[in-house]
């Protein structure tokens, strides 16, 4: 462990950290953006120096499904009901779970925004495709309607890089775009598939892993900054 980069960067962030419970909520009202394949590939890195605990609360259960086949103990994964979010959360704080990823419905359900308001930050997937981008005004409606901060990140992403452009562009006037974009890999979904992550699946794609990764930092240091401010508004 000593030699490998994820875990020391990670660690020296843990270190960072002031105590409480980070909460991230993944949502899209787009079906198919990849809530869930974000939400389990971020839970998974964060796993490795924090204790994480993954929400599904989606009825779907695409996470739910993915944990029953992980063998393995991290991150914690339960299923939950938007009504009882806030007394999972407050639980989670309890148990001094560091961070907390909720795999929201895509749809504006009854209780969504209750998903929303616990969150510290809202993640939105956007695939760089015109009614995917559309589709973001309402997200982004619903978000703004939590009081909450949020970020795009683009997903599946062509090898085109026009397209990918134009949809930052086109994303940016209404809120923050991630600089790494997740490519379209099968990798994502077939580690799924074991019940595993990218960045757990030795023979994958280097670019799957590297992607997420360095998603998965740009975010962590996106919420140090959410954190900070909290502390100083506290
Ligand atoms: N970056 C990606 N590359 C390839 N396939 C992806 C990627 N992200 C998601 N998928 C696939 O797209 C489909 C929808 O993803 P999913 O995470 O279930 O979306 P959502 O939770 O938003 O409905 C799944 O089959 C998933 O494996
Ligand atoms: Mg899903």
Redesign the pocket.
């Known amino acids: 462990m000593g030699n490998d980069p994820m875990s020391v960067s990670m660690s020296s962030r843990h270190h960072d950290r002031a105590p409480g419970t980070c909460t991230l909520a993944v949502f899209?009202q787009?079906?198919?953006?990849?809530?869930?394949?974000?939400?389990i590939h971020l839970s998974v890195l964060a796993a490795r120096g924090r204790k994480v605990l993954l929400v599904d609360a989606?009825p779907?259960g695409?996470v739910s499904a993915w944990a029953e086949t992980r063998q393995r103990p991290d991150p914690l994964v339960v299923r939950a009901d938007p009504s009882s979010i806030t007394e999972i959360v407050s639980h989670a704080t309890t148990e001094r779970f560091e961070l907390v990823i909720v795999?929201c419905p895509?749809h504006a359900a009854a209780g969504t925004t209750a998903l929303l308001r616990v969150a510290d930050h809202i993640v939105i997937?956007v695939q760089p495709s015109m009614p995917d981008i559309a589709a973001t005004r309402r997200t982004v409606a619903l978000t703004t309607a939590a009081g909450k901060p949020h970020s795009f990140v683009i997903?599946?992403?062509p090898a085109r890089a026009l397209e990918v452009q134009q949809a930052i562009d086109a994303l940016t006037p209404a809120g923050p775009v991630a600089p790494v974009t997740?490519?379209?890999?099968?990798?994502?979904?077939r580690a799924?598939t074991d019940g595993l992550a990218v960045s757990e699946r030795a023979k994958d794609e280097d670019k799957?892993v590297l992607e997420i990764l360095r998603y998965y930092l740009w975010l962590d240091s996106h919420l140090l900054e959410i954190e900070r401010c909290n502390r100083a508004a506290a």
């Open positions: 899209s787009k079906g198919g953006s990849g809530k869930s394949t974000l939400a989606d779907q695409t795999d895509p997937p997903n599946r992403a997740i490519g379209d890999r099968r990798a994502f979904s799924l799957a």
